[in-house]
């Protein structure tokens, strides 16, 4: 039913690729790509965001609130442009 | 130096004595503290540093960090032990940088209960430094720390780009560390509800409520059971006593005792030294300081606040700052002095003017709070939520305007929200004395000297003139006496004693509300403005003023209009 949200704002129709944003709470993805500018990227990965993690999704705030997903056992929030240009793939189990 | 919120600060409490703030969610530490410790037979100078994941800093508080780092010899690199794969990488830094480290795996309890293992002396093995484990809360593993530090060395770490690192650190994790499967527990079930819009809005409501209801009931209870008696049945006969020795006049008894009115020393409007110098600091205000304090120290060490950031950032968006501007903001509604160096925690300039200027239009310090509520609350607590209501939203109006008329865009947020932790007591404790013992030092001697000087100027005639010049703008725009104009300058030296001041005019309840919404607005103590003109220049701390004044004469004239 919600098929319309999950495909606005993926960029990629390979697989089951979605950003974090559109990813629905609770579902378990491997991050595939984390696009943006070095320096978030840098920040990101700091955080345990980056390229072949395996991470949950938390939460999503409401009115373009940031993102909790849950990453190495713990928790990050990550602000919603940000989380848009996170894609995971959730057709991993 | 280590990560954010894995214990810097409790480890340096921990080794040199020196008490510093640690809370449970990171960037308590903004600045560098400096102590010392025995390390054999030597003395050693040992730093307290800010917390960064790299040595790429993204904010004032993590350049702090960095620039710190030439000044060691040794670093004690403190790593979280339940998340070694985030905390190496600052490690492989250091010694890549040929700094010689100890790493301290803090937390090492957690570690058990959380189903990690760490094999030590491989992961000493593959750092080539000495690796001890501590839980530094409890004074675990610190003697061995201490021991250690003569073996600190360099290490044998070649200069890596940034994917070889990641690929180093992901080879020594896997290769020391063994997780086995657990189930939730019930902190990490409520740490998931509480990040939630509707579950955590109403979690955030209930908390937000009961905190204040906490505030009130501890402040008025401290006052009405413990400083009240005391002042009366102690300290009120000494006052009278003093005040019949020296005959009940005179300009040594206007000083120290004030104004007596019909043979009565009030303890708040007779402003003598020995009267309400000693009652409104320690009896209408330390009551809600240590009440305040108490409430919020809780709250940072159970690790609430962070969750608080996420809630709120999408509408402290709208005011060009993200979710964890939030944590000043709560600060300074105890003191706007540490509210403004917190604001080293956000990354852009923009955002810190932005920050520190609504802090100290909007947000009233714990001391003003409790003068507030003890005088204009007399008139009902109607009043009272008009001033608090007044400066939400001013607070939330200005910052809109703000952030339309200033350049440039507020970054996102990112943060770690960290585990609940069940607050220890004797911590807690630790950090509201060191609060309450701030005020105390700091506070208490300006307070008196306020005191002083307003007497004294008095007693000299030289308000009479000021009042007569600044009279149009207080008496026709803001609906006050012309005495009030005494009141607002002496808010720049502390806004408690100048709402106090306001006490012996007879000022109705409009009056008396729109004083405090202009004393709180108006200008910031002068503890605050030196701690705005450091941390945002001089340029920028007058714009802030500029800001307040208008903002502040702006508000004055349409509550005077309203009211």
């Known amino acids: 039913m919600f098929g319309w949200l999950r495909r606005r704002g993926s960029f990629s129709t390979e697989g089951d690729v979605v950003t974090l944003v559109t990813m629905n709470p609770g579902q378990v993805g491997i991050i595939v790509d984390v696009r943006g500018g070095r320096r978030m990227a840098e920040r990101l990965a700091a955080l345990g965001v980056r390229k072949d993690k395996r991470i949950k999704k938390v939460s999503s705030m409401i009115l373009r609130g940031p993102v909790t997903i849950e990453v190495d056992r713990s928790q990050v929030a990550i602000g919603f442009h940000t989380a848009a240009r996170i894609l995971v793939d959730v057709s991993v189990k | ?563």
């Open chain 2, 1 to 563: 130096m280590g990560n954010p919120n894995v214990g810097k600060s409790v480890v340096f409490s921990r080794l040199t004595g020196v008490r510093v703030m640690s809370s449970n969610y990171p960037g308590t530490t903004v600045n560098y503290t400096e102590g010392r410790m025995k390390v054999g037979e030597e003395e050693a100078q040992v730093i307290d540093v800010p917390g960064s994941y790299t040595l790429d800093p993204t904010c004032e508080a993590e350049e702090v960090a960095v620039r710190m780092l030439d000044l060691g010899d040794v670093v004690i690199n403190v790593v979280d032990s339940t998340n070694l794969e985030r905390n190496l990488f600052l490690t492989l830094q250091l010694l890549e940088r040929k700094i010689p480290v100890v790493v301290a795996l803090n937390m090492w309890d957690d570690t058990i209960h959380r189903g990690i293992s760490i094999d030590l002396e491989k992961l000493h093995e593959e750092l080539g430094v000495p690796v001890i484990p501590t839980v530094a809360v409890s004074g675990q593993g610190i003697k061995e720390l201490v021991e250690a530090l003569p073996n600190a060395v360099v290490g044998n770490h070649q200069e890596r780009t940034r994917e070889e690192r990641w690929a180093a650190v992901g080879h020594v994790t896997d290769s020391v560390q063994i997780i086995s499967h657990r189930h939730h527990t019930w902190a990490e079930r409520l740490s998931d509800a509480t990040v939630k819009p509707v579950q955590g809005g109403v979690i955030a409501l209930g908390v937000l409520v009961l905190s204040f209801a906490a505030i009130r009931l501890i402040g008025e209870s401290i006052i009405s059971w413990v400083m009240d008696p005391m002042y009366e049945t102690l300290w009120m006969p000494v006052v009278q006593h003093v005040s019949d020795l020296l005959g009940g006049e005179g300009v040594l008894h206007a000083v120290l005792i004030g104004r007596v009115s019909d043979g009565v020393i009030d303890p708040v409007e007779s402003f003598g030294l020995l009267s309400s110098g000693v009652y409104v600091p320690l009896a209408m205000v330390l009551p809600y300081i240590v009440s305040f304090y108490l409430v919020l120290g809780l709250m940072e060490d159970i690790g609430y606040l962070p969750r608080l950031a996420v809630l709120l950032d999408s509408a402290m968006h709208r005011l060009g700052l993200h979710g964890y501007a939030i944590i000043p903001t709560l600060l300074g509604l105890g003191c706007n002095v540490p509210a403004v160096l917190a604001t080293r925690i956000l990354e852009s300039r923009r955002e810190r003017f932005i920050a520190a200027t609504l802090v100290a239009i909007a947000v009233p310090c714990a001391s003003l709070q409790a003068v507030v509520v003890g005088l204009v609350g007399n008139f009902g607590y109607r009043y009272v939520f008009i001033v608090y209501g007044t400066l939400l939203l001013v607070w939330l109006i200005l910052g809109m305007i703000l952030n339309r008329m200033m350049k440039g865009f507020s970054p996102e947020l990112l943060i770690e929200i960290p585990r609940y932790r069940w607050p220890l007591l004797e911590p807690v404790f630790a950090k509201l004395w060191a609060r309450v013992r701030g005020f105390l030092r700091e506070a208490l001697p300006v307070f008196f000297v306020a005191i002083l000087a307003i007497n004294l100027l008095y007693l000299a005639g030289a308000f009479d003139e000021l009042a007569r010049v600044a009279a149009p703008v207080v008496t026709q725009l803001l609906g006050l006496p012309a005495e009030a104009v005494v009141a607002l300058l002496v808010g720049f030296l502390r806004k408690d004693v100048a709402l106090g001041l306001l006490a012996p005019l007879a000022l109705t309840a409009g009056q008396y509300v729109i004083a405090a919404v202009v004393l709180a607005m108006f200008f910031p103590c002068v503890a605050t403005f030196a701690v705005m003109f450091r941390e945002l220049g001089a340029k920028d701390t007058a714009k802030s003023a500029g800001v307040m004044l208008v903002s502040a004469l702006t508000v004055g004239a349409i509550l005077n209009a309203i009211l």
